[in-house]
């Protein structure tokens, strides 16, 4: 019997006057680019710091492999910060796997960690590593430039406070309801990470079980017959046995939708899962995105409910 993949750690709820900071373990960022979130944070009662090495870079990466290392490990063991948001994905994360100490943060503390993209390289590997669950969703650069009070920014404070549990949406009063692509209801660990990173793991001892995992998944910039290339791979390297679910985020290709070439390649590719498959949850490469846990179990009912349990 295949062992199925177990939930994280829970990080403690935030409260009015606990220190975030701002890290760049991956791609580089203009200087400035933090100002809307940081104005944001300490509008709703935080305190917020920027790390050492936030605005730096070398090519195209966030500075180097050691500041980049140093300034993450730094805020993760740091006993006086209580949440960590990234600055944007790009590139970089992977370079960074190999000399995290993970079995020192097994004995920390989970902290509230936010990231997207080529972020949830790590998000995997605290999970896998060192048992910690985090968000993927809204990242410091992209998600508060708009001086609207948007659905995606309101949501983010309800992720920071802890009070995401239950039916997953904007708030209580707009669920979400997914739309039934094929089979029926699911439960299990909800996994969401870009296509791309999930299959840059195959065969690294980063790739975590997928049995009883509901996978999320979105992609940006690749063309149709690119996703294709990934889910072939994905569903033919034997990791999905025992996949509990499959969700479909958004998939773009320039600013085209190319979200239906996903779906075509999902049911060529994983027809023979007999794995429940959904779409229309708000996630993926645009601005205004909803924040999801990252290694919570949850289930989908027969009319599209997603439940954090």
């Not at 305190?47 to 500041?67: I, R």
């Not at 949501?155 to 692509?181: D, E, N, Q």
């Amino acid at each position: 019997m295949i062992q199925r993949a177990t939930t994280g750690r829970l990080p403690p709820p935030l409260s009015s006057g606990d220190r975030i900071q701002i890290i760049s373990p991956a791609g580089p960022i203009q200087v400035g680019s933090l100002s809307a979130a940081v104005e944001f944070l300490q509008n709703a009662g935080y305190q917020v710091d920027v790390s050492a090495h936030a605005y730096d870079k070398d090519g195209y990466l966030a500075g180097s492999d050691e500041s980049r290392l140093n300034d993450l490990v730094d805020a993760l063991f740091d006993e006086d910060i209580q949440a960590i948001i990234c600055s944007r994905g790009g590139y970089g994360s992977q370079r960074l796997l190999d000399a995290i100490p993970w079995e020192s943060l097994k004995n920390v503390t989970p902290k509230t960690f936010i990231g997207f993209s080529d972020i949830g390289v790590l998000q995997t590997g605290l999970w896998l590593q060192a048992g910690w669950s985090s968000f993927s969703g809204l990242q410091a650069v992209n998600g508060f430039n708009s001086i609207d009070e948007t659905e995606a920014k309101r949501y983010f404070l309800t992720i920071l406070s802890g009070h995401w549990k239950g039916r997953s949406g904007w708030s209580k009063t707009k669920p979400i309801t997914l739309a039934h692509v094929s089979h029926g209801i699911c439960e299990g660990v909800l996994y969401p990470i870009c296509l791309s990173m999930l299959v840059s793991m195959i065969g690294t001892p980063f790739f975590p079980n997928l049995s009883g995992v509901i996978l999320c998944l979105e992609d940006v910039g690749e063309a149709p017959y690119r996703i294709d290339r990934l889910f072939w791979q994905l569903a033919n390297s034997g990791c999905c046995d025992g996949l509990a679910g499959l969700i479909l985020g958004e998939f773009l290709s320039g600013e085209e939708s190319v979200v239906d070439a996903a779906l075509q390649s999902v049911a060529h590719h994983f027809g023979s899962f007999n794995v429940p498959v959904w779409r229309g949850i708000p996630y993926g490469h645009f601005e205004d995105r909803l924040t999801l846990p990252f290694a919570v179990n949850c289930h989908i009912d027969a009319d599209g409910a997603l439940y954090y349990d």
